[in-house]
């Protein structure tokens, strides 16, 4: 049995835990960025998107009321034909009243759905930051007890005496005695 281990890989045990600290600082503002991006998300939804459609709604129901009045002041005018350009426009505007609607439905649709689509993603994301917060700590402390354990286990010296150590504590003689008298031969008897 050699009397000192032969540690080898305390510099791959650093390594790896030198890559654990660069993993770790780089995703915990990736998945706090994340999170924050999620936010922005849903305040967008609600704070802005819906009152921008509503208004756009409004804006866009009095161009369409202008361009039919325009339109229906031409055919009673009997002055003139209603033109194509005054039909064109009166099209347009409903058409763009119908889209402002649409994004509008789909706005108040996302808004009501964000957080049931969402949130089973988001606890997901929390586990994954509380592993990088706790667990992951607790390794790189682990590994740092375990870089000094070793170090210091490889720099002590080696035992001294005649004494193997086999249990609670126990020693037992070496059983194999040579004197010089005797030529190198074992045992302590005449020949």
């Known amino acids: 049995m050699p009397e000192r281990a032969n ?22 503002p990736a998945l ?5 991006e999620v936010l922005r998300t849903r305040l967008w939804l609600q704070d802005t998107q819906r009152p921008y459609w509503e208004g756009q709604i409004k804006r866009r129901a009095k161009i369409l009321e202008e361009a039919q009045q325009a339109l229906f ?6 002055l003139r034909e209603a033109t194509s350009a005054e039909t064109a426009a009166v099209t ?3 058409r763009s009243l119908e889209e402002a609607e649409g994004k509008l439905r789909i706005t108040k649709l996302w808004t009501r759905d964000f957080d049931n689509r969402v949130e089973p993603l988001a606890k997901q994301l929390e586990k994954l930051h509380n592993i990088l917060s706790i667990d992951l700590t607790k390794a790189i402390a682990s590994l740092s007890e375990t870089v000094k354990t070793l170090d210091a286990y490889s720099e002590a010296p080696p035992a001294t005496g005649d004494a193997i150590p086999t249990g609670a504590g126990a020693q037992v003689p070496s059983a194999t005695t040579t004197t010089p008298d005797d030529g190198g031969k074992q045992g302590g008897g005449a020949t």
């Open 7 to 28: 540690v080898t890989s305390v510099e791959a045990i650093k390594e790896f835990r030198s890559h654990l600290i660069v993993y770790v600082t780089k995703a915990r």
């Open 32 to 36: 706090e960025e994340v999170g924050a």
């Open 73 to 78: 002041s031409a055919r009673l005018g009997n």
């Open 92 to 94: 347009r505007a409903k």
